[in-house]
């Protein structure tokens, strides 16, 4: 049986990266892959590996790319999932009924023409604890760009706007302090959800750490 040198597989991954394949832990799998197809190629049609290379490119790269995107898709999924799974635990609801209380306490002290510019405020404040941890572990731990990690920020981008149209929405029927509750339920909300996912970017960056140790580590 054929086996690639150290040299043939970078090469391999350097024209993977080049073809905008750029998350690690993807390219890593898809390396491993067509290194595998091209060793069986060149045992069974007796070859050398950039004849068999080329070949099998002009066959697989449009297959390869498509493949890329559904890498990517997937890593969406499951951050989403996670983010369900998460917002059902007994943890994230004593979570939120206590973010409630404490909010509900704290609008009882401010004048209803104050609540809207506040409420403004609620969406940008929730993205600075997200984006300290998000830029500190990246830097303290030096990861390459990985898909689960990455996607993180599109995810919390989707929530930052969901977070500013319910603040926004529900600022609108604000008229007394008897409907504060409505703005306690938004901010438990925005605040949850807050913690849930910078939550889950620790446990995503710590199990990139774990399985692409080595990986990392040697680059």
């Not at 500013?164 to 504060?180: A, E, L, P, R, T």
Request: aromatic share 16%; with cysteine.
């Amino acid at each position: 049986m054929v086996k690639l040198e150290k040299e043939d597989i970078q090469f391999i991954e350097n024209y993977l990266e080049n073809s905008d394949i750029f998350y690690a832990d993807i390219r890593m799998e898809m390396t491993d892959h067509v290194a595998s197809e091209i060793e069986q190629l060149m045992d069974s049609e007796h070859t050398t590996f950039y004849e068999t290379f080329k070949d099998y490119m002009l066959s697989n790269k449009a297959i390869l790319l498509e493949s890329n995107k559904q890498f990517i898709r997937g890593a969406d999924k499951s951050i989403l999932k996670r983010l369900m799974v998460e917002t059902l635990k007994l943890p994230t609801l004593l979570v939120f009924g206590l973010t409630f209380f404490i909010s509900f306490k704290w609008l009882s002290t401010i004048e209803v023409e104050n609540l809207r510019d506040y409420m403004s405020l609620f969406p940008i404040l929730s993205i600075v604890p997200f984006c300290i941890v998000y830029v500190i572990a990246l830097n303290m731990f030096k990861l390459p760009r990985f898909s689960g990690i990455e996607r993180l920020a599109f995810l919390y981008m989707i929530c930052f706007q969901f977070f500013n149209f319910i603040s926004s929405f529900s600022g609108v029927y604000i008229q007394s302090k008897s409907n504060f509750y409505i703005v306690a339920v938004v901010m438990s909300i925005i605040m949850t959800l807050s913690l849930l996912i910078i939550k889950i970017t620790l446990k995503i960056i710590n199990q990139y750490r774990n399985n692409y140790k080595f990986n990392y580590e040697i680059e």
